[in-house]
């Protein structure tokens, strides 16, 4: 297994657009989170998974915003209608068995560019 | 949400110097640690953490951290940096909240 791979690595889009990222995590791992990164900031957490469940979401930035882990394995972050300042990189990571103190594997991210 | 602040955006050292990172949060009840560093070009990963225990914690590449509760604080030292440890380094409480990154720049 090579680690979180997420797609595509890039997007750019015309405002008002729907766009949907893809995040495949590693196969044995049972968590997978999303947040937000903009430039010179730190990762704003965004959900997470635990398997298909989605145990916390209330820091999605709206209801433009959601998240789903159908199967338990990949997971889709969509955003609708998008607005010029939901323009940065979205990371994925997941972690194992361990809960809050296992380790998170991150992948490469998506950057959302909004025209 | 918790607050967790890198007071230091910017670090420029030269190689063998001692490094020290601050981060400090603002939470009170039980917190899980981390520092994460991301190399130029590359993913986010883990450098060390601290869920309980001994508060003094190493981690990879010869980087440690250390927590002190009353002060609210989990510092990440390295005692002789190189050039290869140019990378932004990122201080966590559990895994919602980041602090907003130090950017080190070792100069050989």
């Known amino acids: 297994d090579t680690g979180v791979s997420q797609n595509p690595r890039h997007k750019i889009t015309k405002r008002g657009q729907n766009v949907t990222f893809r995040c495949d995590p590693i196969s044995e791992h049972n968590r997978l989170y999303w947040y937000r990164q903009t430039l010179g900031q730190g990762p704003e957490f965004l959900t997470y998974f635990q398997n298909e469940a989605q145990l916390e979401k209330s820091r999605l930035l709206s209801d433009r915003f959601s998240a789903e882990r159908p199967k338990g394995s990949f997971s889709t972050l969509e955003i609708q209608r998008t607005e010029q300042g939901d323009s940065a990189m979205y990371l994925c990571?997941?972690?194992?068995?361990?809960?809050?103190?296992?380790?998170?594997?991150f992948g490469p991210g998506t950057r959302l560019t909004v025209l | 949400a918790q607050s967790v602040s890198q007071h230091n955006h910017h670090v420029i050292l030269s190689e063998a110097a001692s490094l020290e990172l601050g981060c400090n949060y603002s939470?009170?009840?039980?917190?899980?640690l981390f520092w994460y560093v991301q190399y130029p070009g590359q993913h986010l990963q883990l450098l060390l953490k601290y869920f309980s225990g001994d508060p003094l914690v190493k981690g990879i590449k010869g980087f440690e951290a250390e927590f002190i509760k009353s002060k609210f604080s989990f510092n990440l030292r390295k005692p002789s940096v190189q050039w290869s440890d140019t990378a932004e380094y990122f201080c966590a409480v559990n895994v919602e909240d980041f602090g907003g990154g130090t950017r080190l720049m070792v100069k050989p």
């Open positions: 990571a997941s972690s194992g068995l361990g809960g809050s103190t296992d380790t998170q594997y």
């Open positions: 939470y009170g009840g039980t917190v899980n």
